[in-house]
């Protein structure tokens, strides 16, 4: 998660009561999707999903993605080998958030439609090549039917990929997982290179690996990176290298982890993102001057990565990560018998997911409700992409009910290869020599989603097993403001002296 407060303020404002139909319309709003033959080449995808979004704000073109600060309706059909030429139409019977067409209330609107087909980003209007149409304005009225044309006549351009001297991109063809995809599947980092990288050719350099949060877009991770960097290396402090990686695929968020439905993603960058970027930059190759880091989402891939590697790092640096301790998934224990709902509390009231302070300010249900209709590239489908099995489709098999919210067992029996701290209690005889002075967890008491409970639940595991970890929990911090500068700098500092320990500031090992 990523600590867009605003939004789930708005959210839990908004939504009300939200409900759709199967039922066939014969009146009210629709709209009328065409795919133009004219330009359409061979290559078209042409099976995807297939969005309409609805905005009262009528003077600016429409976002094609659900407004986190904002929220506002939209639509969605799963289309399958969509001709050219031809229209698809989406109304009362496609899956809606927080309504159905015809319960728009009667005003002036803007609405435009995107057709998701690409492989690769969660975030449609980032997927090159996805077809979407032009912002039309229409009107609803109290005793009419409306129909809207829209025609997806636009194209998704390439990325921008942000270069300069001391930031390098690096996409390769991952052999593993496009093996596993049936499919090529090209992989991505971005790498930032210390200021003294060019001026001292025989100096190598530790390497910090940064994952993003859900949500980060890797072409905008440079300047985002630069905007929050640790204070410059002193005369007596070692610099950097920093691949920065994003995590970002169809589903969401792989957070590096190995699974049934995202492949090896953990395996790939271990056996092949790792060994190009120390092929091709000055890295010291050694797993002592490699360490991992991020924020969230981020958080939790680094900490996976640290102990599902323990010796392929030198050591994480986690903050506010996801859920580490599956008895505490945002207040809910996923082992418990009979099993609980992540919906709704004991007493029937719907159980709160993030909040602002002591206040919640958005529920599970209504979350639950918008994260289905994107259908992919939402912050819940994504953890069933990674802990899940397939279903019966191919499809992440859905960890709770979506109407009662009750945990389904025999999925979890699954998801708890996924549990961070269960691994570790399990593992502790081999894997703890290998942790010895590497795990640095910092976690807000209050954090927007709830998310500390599984961290305290780590912290006392770890104590039980007689680890040095450092798990810090920061009383009144939230989500995000737990992550201050003082904190950036003394992770850095923390890297910096665990680096010290076995290299000079060349990158020459001290044995």
């Known amino acids: 998660f990523e600590p867009l407060v605003t939004f789930f303020l708005l959210l839990s404002l908004s939504l009300g009561s939200a409900t759709s139909t199967m039922a066939a319309v014969e009146s009210g709003v629709r709209f009328d999707v065409t795919l133009p033959a004219e330009n359409a080449p061979e290559a078209t995808r042409r099976t995807g999903r297939l969005y309409v979004y609805v905005s009262t704000r009528t003077e600016a073109p429409v976002e094609l993605t659900p407004s986190w600060f904002f929220p506002e309706p939209f639509y969605a059909i799963d289309v399958v080998d969509w001709e050219p030429g031809s229209a698809r139409t989406i109304d009362d019977t496609a899956t809606s958030f927080p309504d159905v ?37 229409f009107g609803v009225q109290a005793d009419g039917a409306t129909t809207l044309a829209l025609t997806l006549d636009r194209f998704v351009p390439p990325t921008v990929w942000p270069e300069s001297p ?47 949060g859900f949500g980060g877009y890797l072409p ?18 070692p610099e950097f290298i920093r691949v920065l990686l994003s995590g970002e695929h169809k589903w969401g ?154 945990v389904d067992p025999e999925t979890i029996a699954h998801w708890s290869d996924y549990d961070i701290s269960l691994r570790l209690r399990e593992r502790w005889e081999t894997d703890g020599p290998k942790l010895a002075g590497k795990l640095h967890v910092v976690m807000g008491s209050l954090d927007t989603f709830y998310l ?22 920061i ?14 700098n003394r992770i850095r500092r923390e890297m910096a002296e665990a680096y010290l320990k076995h290299f000079d500031l060349q990158g020459i090992a001290r044995e």
């Open 253 to 406: 968020h792989h957070v590096y982890a190995d699974s049934a439905i995202n492949g090896p993603r953990g395996w790939a960058l271990l056996n092949e993102m790792i060994p190009a970027i120390d092929a091709q930059f000055r890295t010291v190759h050694d797993s002592r001057a490699r360490f991992v880091t991020g924020h969230s989402s981020g958080g939790w891939s680094s900490l996976w990565l640290q102990v599902r590697y323990p010796s392929s790092f030198g050591g994480v640096w986690s903050t506010s990560p996801d859920p580490v301790d599956f008895r505490d998934y945002q207040q809910t224990d996923l082992y418990a018998d009979p099993p609980q709902s992540v919906y709704f509390q004991a007493d029937g009231s719907p159980k709160p997911l993030a909040r602002r302070g002591e206040t919640p300010v958005v529920w599970y249900p209504d979350f639950g409700r918008l994260d289905d209709v994107l259908g992919r590239g939402g912050q819940l489908r994504s953890f069933e992409a990674v802990f899940s099995q397939g279903d019966e489709q191919g499809l992440p098999r859905k960890m709770w009910d979506r109407t009662t919210g009750k």
């Open 452 to 473: 500390e409970g599984a961290t305290i639940l780590l912290k006392k595991e770890l104590e039980t097993l007689g680890s040095d970890a450092s798990v810090e929990i």
């Open 220 to 237: 905008d991770m440079p300047a985002r990176a630069a905007r929050s960097a640790p204070a410059p290396a002193g005369p007596d402090e």
């Open 475 to 488: 009383p009144g911090a939230d989500h995000g403001s737990v992550l201050t500068r003082e904190v950036r």
């Open 101 to 137: 067409p015809s319960k728009l209330p009667p005003g002036r609107y803007a609405a435009a439609a995107i057709f998701d087909t690409d492989f690769d980003y969660p975030n449609a209007p980032q997927g090159v090549g996805n077809r979407f149409s032009e912002s039309a304005v």
């Open 166 to 212: 001391h930031v390098k991109v690096i996409e390769r063809r991952s052999d593993s997982l496009s093996e596993f995809h049936h499919r090529d599947v090209i992989d991505r980092a971005v790498v930032v290179l210390p200021a003294s990288y060019d001026e001292q050719p025989e100096r190598r350099y530790p390497t910090i690996y940064e994952v993003s």
